[in-house]
């Protein structure tokens, strides 16, 4: 597609329930990013995937979190159990995966809100 | 220890003038680029200006440069004839070119253009 597309925009969810966000990148975009975006702060980065490499998990806040992605495309991030301070925009971007400027496309987010 | 730093959480400028943003870094990599992002209140990132490390001249994208003092580990964004429509968070990020290809952010500047 033209852009980043992360699917839904919005999530609204019990407390201990499990959710799943779902990011399409651009196509050809080799690498994979999920940030998170607590109110008011900075983006923390969560997960990279990049091709067929295994994927850079370190940002990740606790084991209730994992993401995969599919044929090197579609990425799903998934939390369990999921808590109030999960409560965040989580965003998504894509790359080709080289060196240089511009090449980071961010999709709108999903904003996650737990109840 | 913060690879990131903007130390300015709120800024103010009148309509049609210029306006410095802060950011220092820190790295131990030789290969890096910086990044600044801006994030109006509709959430989106978009993506302004780059500098990669080994560029001597600084950055410059129409009303925005970035003023890229290496020894001194900065890269500050200076918007020049500020508009109403500049009023958002600005992110200051750097990517380090060993290792994770992710962005780390700073925590933002909210600049308000007044009339």
């Known amino acids: 597609g033209a852009g980043v597309s992360q699917s839904p925009s919005n999530k609204v969810t019990e407390k201990g329930k499990d959710v799943e966000l779902r990011c399409d990148p651009i196509s050809g975009h080799t690498a994979l990013y999920w940030y998170r975006q607590s109110l008011g702060q900075g983006l923390e980065f969560l997960i990279y995937f990049q091709g067929n490499s295994a994927p850079d998990k370190s940002g990740l806040p606790s084991d209730r979190f994992s993401a995969e992605r599919t044929g090197g495309s579609v990425s799903t991030l998934t939390i369990q159990r999921t808590q109030q301070e999960d409560s965040a925009v989580y965003l998504c971007?894509?790359?080709?995966?080289?060196?240089?400027?511009?090449?980071?496309?961010f999709g709108s987010g999903t904003r996650l809100t737990v109840v | 220890a913060q690879k990131i730093t903007q130390t300015q959480p709120g800024m103010f400028v009148q309509e049609k003038e210029a306006v410095t943003l802060d950011c220092t870094y820190d790295?131990?990599?030789?290969?890096?680029?910086l990044f600044w992002y801006k994030q109006p209140s509709s959430g989106e990132m978009i993506f302004l200006i780059y500098?990669?490390?080994?560029?001597?001249q600084n950055a410059t994208e129409g009303r925005y440069s970035l003023n890229f003092q290496k020894a001194r580990k900065s890269a500050n964004l200076v918007i020049s004839a500020s508009q109403l429509g500049d009023s958002a968070m600005y992110f200051c990020a750097m990517r380090e070119d060993t290792g994770r290809r992710a962005l780390t952010f700073g925590s933002g500047t909210r600049l308000q253009v007044q009339p």
């Open positions: 971007a894509s790359s080709l995966g080289r060196t240089g400027g511009s090449g980071y496309t």
């Open positions: 790295t131990s990599d030789q290969s890096y680029g």
């Open positions: 500098q990669g490390s080994y560029d001597e």
